[in-house]
């Protein structure tokens, strides 16, 4: 029997998890994202990294094979970014700043990291879809990653 729904949330909210906003273009040209935790390193050769969508967020259908996005891995700084892309209404974009990536995946200023990926593979998960990604290039800059944690925002330091 499966374990109780409050039972694994509170299970899992001891797995700390840096926060990431995973950005995409629209066929529209409009940019799109959503704040993920779900995101995991799968594979040095080929480079391939893994990202959890659930099926109801309104970018889920826009993530299509060969389409790309970017995991824009959050500053400490970064809340305000985070709770805007975890929030549905609103313009998500409006005051944070992003440049387009060489793939046109939004790259948003001031994040730790921003990885660019090509989907490569969409894979059944419950209520979500395994989203795989091959990286095709990454800005690396300075400073500390925001990190969820029991339900709230910590910090490394
Ligand atoms: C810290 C945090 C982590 C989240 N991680 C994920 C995730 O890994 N995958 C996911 O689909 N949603 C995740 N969410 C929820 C989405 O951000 C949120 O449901 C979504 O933005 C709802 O808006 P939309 O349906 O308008 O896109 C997370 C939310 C927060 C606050």
Redesign the pocket.
């Known amino acids: 029997m499966p374990i109780d729904k409050a039972d694994f949330r509170r299970a899992l909210g001891h797995f700390a998890a840096a ?1 990431t906003v995973v950005t995409s273009k629209l066929k529209s040209g409009e940019p799109a994202g ?5 995101f995991t390193s799968l594979s040095l050769e080929p480079p391939l990294v893994l ?4 099926k ?4 889920h259908d826009h993530l299509e094979k060969d389409h790309f996005f970017a995991v824009n891995i959050l500053n400490e700084d970064q809340e305000a970014v ?1 709770r805007r ?4 209404e609103g313009d998500q974009f409006r005051e944070v700043g992003y440049t387009d990536g060489a793939t046109g995946a939004p790259l948003i200023h001031d994040t730790v990291t921003s990885i660019e990926c090509k989907i490569v593979d969409l894979l059944p998960g419950g209520d ?1 879809t395994i989203v795989v990604g091959e990286v095709e290039g990454a800005h690396v800059r300075e400073g500390k990653p925001l990190v ?1 944690f029991r339900g709230g925002y910590a910090s490394l330091s």
Not at 51 to 54: G, V
Not at 56 to 59: D, G, L, N, T, V
């Open positions: 926060v959503i704040t993920v935790t779900a990202i959890c969508i659930d109801r967020a309104k970018i985070s892309f975890a929030a549905s979500h969820y």
